[in-house]
């Protein structure tokens, strides 16, 4: 069975710092393109990063000079590396692997707190 795991989250403050990874089991990692979304109490679910199987990278305008996606083929692994964390950031944050628009997988989500 396919399984997405992330954990990372936590209670940072306002400036700091979290990383996230995300363990994926039952899929080969490098074949999917793999995806960060967050959603915030009240809003949409929203797409964060992505990097595509070659590594090609994408942020929401939000993200965009703070955080970064990476990938660890060999572990089966992506990780989201968030800087100058605003209280705007808190949101539950998902873990996505796509092969297509209708194969992908999610993981339950870790929940990612910046207050002071």
């Known amino acids: 069975q396919v399984q997405l795991v992330e954990s990372g989250g936590g209670l940072v403050q306002p400036g700091g710092s979290l990383r996230l990874s995300c363990a994926a089991s039952?899929?080969?990692?490098?074949?999917?393109?793999m995806e960060w979304y967050r959603q915030a109490a009240g809003k949409q679910r929203e797409l964060v990063a992505g990097?595509?199987?070659?590594?090609?990278?994408n942020y929401a305008n939000t993200a965009k000079g703070r955080f970064t996606i990476s990938r660890d083929n060999a572990k089966n692994m992506v990780y989201l590396q968030m800087n100058s964390l605003k209280g705007e950031d808190t949101a539950v944050y998902y873990c996505?692997?796509?092969?297509?628009?209708?194969?992908?997988?999610w993981g339950q989500g870790t929940q990612v707190t910046v207050s002071s």
């Open positions: 996505r692997a796509r092969l297509t628009t209708t194969t992908d997988y």
């Open positions: 039952g899929l080969l990692l490098s074949i999917y393109t």
């Open positions: 990097i595509s199987r070659s590594g090609t990278t």
